[in-house]
């Protein structure tokens, strides 16, 4: 059971959230037809929706009366099963947080700015920590309570990234809350239970807040204050006592609050963190800052966390005190290091690189993040150090001025990342193919962090909306993104201009120009794919008229249909090999694409569409007119240009096949060898495999000559590099001005895995997976394969095996969906468990929800 697509949250915002539960049986055609909500608050029914006939498990709108503040509700659903019989039950709960501004008594407090050091842009030399500019602020504030509260809860949050503590004790688990928003439109709070925390007597509640987004290096704008919102952090918080006889009091920030200094004299998330353990904080009174609460708003999704943990697989040497580590993946996070017997002002310090350049750290491609974390000791026996409010993208960290011998006991790498479900699962007979897997899924898991990022290491990790779009059908297989994708989806429609362009990041910042073709279109396509795989009705409706204005701001300053004016900073088809797509080719194609999108988003809610059909009609007819001759070729003649073309049905009908054939004779000729850049690769698998052409895509992810992905593996790629020539043994390391080893990108293939090496896949116009088409494509070198995706509906899996002629697929689908499945045989009569249709290709079963086991004896 979810609210809001959360498990059990704790501070929900929403003053109508949507509840879904996931239906759990072995039996052959189970399904849902009746179910009833009753919510509760403190066992007094507050809302019952009695039964109501209908076989929707997803995203049910709260029906019950207006929500109250900082009140647990808690809700049960039953349901009744096909025979009409009761088939169980389930409870869970949702805590709503503060809905309304008069909630809020706090105000923001923190360094009186008059003592705030001058912000410049940083030299060089500063850079070198501890820049002071960069100290972060603690706060502390004490008071008494006569007994211990029934229940307490803290609401906090900052301009900057904090930790709170109680009685000196951190507070809760969350790492750089508040997380990255655009913060002009909203900035999230967070929900703490602290009611075993706070004791009767005397208390502290303390809070250290550091930079991070809100005023720290973000980005790489160097001519730019590292100040991108505000000149300093600031804090606010209120804990919120209720105590046995019904009172209850509000400890908020605002006058008689302290802040000071403490052991973090800098923090930033680019140039790293600097601690002086000798040092104790000392205070003096805080200042109040601003007493306008600003766009709080609750945070709506998986905060971030540390989730993992990677050992040391080797530590070594290299001159007196200087050692270093390999953690054997390329990782975003920071390292813990054990000191023991560090004199007192000894100073260790660490840094971070992805790769190694001749057996030292290659820190070239980190352009200005400094990413170097640094330690004074206090000379205790042993000391832990750890960093808290930045975080690296690395593989190796250097340690230098260590005292004594450093092992693999002494280094932990902690990993952090948005706390999402990873759930799904791909995997086949082919060892390399799998590592391609796992290394599609550490690139998500470092760059979804706080934004879809395009990278976590170099001064960027900006919220780059290509690569959001084209990875985003990936990242929906691998974990459960619905929450976060709608989060930042509204920094993606904030972002809109006037005129309705969309920008090439979100949130805003260093680059605030008109979206690219392909960049500005994510602004269309997630939201699309957001009620495609979730079923997220109410983002695609709250970003419709964004979605609308962006068509009409390309048609409204190209009245010819071809995308050729504001294409803004126009990228083309980014990272290609040696094969330049026409630039209006990529943005025309782009443009009726995001144009059939309008319409179809139309169509769901109940919008006249009419308009965008005719529009998407007319753009297609200039695209052939312009873009595709008489033999089938398309201009350009890249195989970008085909699949474009190809995958947003751009051709004549009688022209498809000729253009396939160019697509692959461009492939064939090349060795089987890709020319993609990032807009391309997303197309090329899946375009192949659906005309046909399954032995070409396998032959290009089977291959390892540059350039594929066998290619970086083969050299060692623990993640997706954002370059095919990152690293070549003809020409070493591409420009360190832009290199980074860890770009999802390139990784968007991994939809494809998912959905056509293993099979899983919807029929068209079904959403949230209700209606399965299953399409197992046995291929390449492979003899099995298999993928698991937990849907919204619950868990879906489909995987075959090849034993000589004999194919084997099996298959599990949720109560509440059905599939059919394509068995591709020669001899469809071969095939155990009744066809309802065949065909020279196959084999077609409809199944009802279960799991089976479906063989063909030719193959
Ligand atoms: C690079 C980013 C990103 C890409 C843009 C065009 O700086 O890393 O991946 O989308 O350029």
Partial sequence: MTTEQLTEPLGLGEPRPRLSWKLRSDRIGAAQTAYRITATVADRVVWDSGRRDSDETLLIEWD???????????????????????????????????????????????????SLPMVDPPTDEQRSFPDPAAAPLYLRHAFEVAEAPVRARLYATARGVYEPALNGERVGDLELAPGWTEYHERLQYQTY???????????VVEAVVADGWWSGHVGFDPSRPARHYGLAPAFLGQLVLDFADGSRRVIATGDGWQEGGGPIRAADLLMGEFVDARRTPSYQPAAVLDRELGPLVAEPDQPIRIVDDVLAIRVWQRGAGRWLVDFGQNLVGRVALTVRGAAAGDRIVLRHAEVLDDGELYLANLRRAAATDTYVSAGGATEVFEPRFTFHGFRYAEVSGYPGELTEDD??????????????????????????????????????????????????RLGWLADAQVFAPTATRNADVSAFFARWLRDVVDGQDADGAFRDVAPILVLDREGAPAWGDAGVIIPWLLWQTYGDRRTLERSFEAMAAWVGHIHRHNPDLLWRNRTGNSYGDWLQVDAETPRDVLSTAYFAHSTRIVADAAAVLGRDATKYRDLHAAIKTRFIESYVHEDGSV?????????????????????????????????????????????????????????????????????EEFPSWGYSIRHGATTIWERWDGWTEHGGFQSAAMNSFNHYSLGSVGDWLYGRVAGIGQAPGSAAH??????????????????????????????????????????????????????????????????????AGGATLRLVSGRYTVTATSY
């Fill in 411 to 460: 280094v932990v790498a902690r990993v952090i990342h948005n706390d999402l479900p990873y759930t799904g699962r791909f995997e086949c007979s082919d060892e390399m193919v799998n590592r391609l897997q796992a290394n599609i899924v550490w690139g998500q898991r470092g760059n979804f962090l706080a934004v879809p990022t395009d990278c976590p290491q170099r001064d960027e």
């Fill in 635 to 703: 201009e350009g003649g890249t195989q970008t240009s085909y699949l474009l073309a190809l995958a947003f049905d751009l051709l004549p009908a009688g022209l498809v096949g000729a253009a396939v054939e160019h697509l692959a004779t461009d492939i064939e000729k090349r060795g089987n060898r890709l020319t993609t850049g990032f807009v391309g690769v997303s197309l090329l698998c899946p375009v192949l495999t659906e005309h046909g052409r399954a032995d070409l895509a396998y032959a290009l992810l089977h291959q």
């Fill in 770 to 839: 209700r209606d399965l088409l299953l399409r197992p494509t046995p291929g390449g070198k492979l003899s099995w394969a298999r993928a698991e995706q937990e849907t919204a509906r619950g868990l879906v899996a489909c995987g075959w095996s090849l034993d000589g002629d004999r194919l084997t697929v099996t298959v599990t689908v949720p109560p509440g969906s059905a599939a059919i499945l394509e068995i591709p045989t020669p001899d469809p009569d071969s095939v155990r468990c009744v066809p309802v249709a065949s065909s």
């Fill in 64 to 114: 019950g009366p207006a929500l109250q503040s900082a009140t647990r509700y808690h809700w049960r659903v039953e349901v009744w099963d096909e025979h009409g019989d009761p088939a169980g039950s389930a409870q869970t709960w949702f805590e709503t947080g503060l809905l309304h501004a008069d909630d809020w008594t706090a105000v923001w407090i923190g360094r009186d700015p008059v």
């Fill in 193 to 203: 239970d602290v009611t075993e925390r706070v004791r009767a007597g005397a208390n």
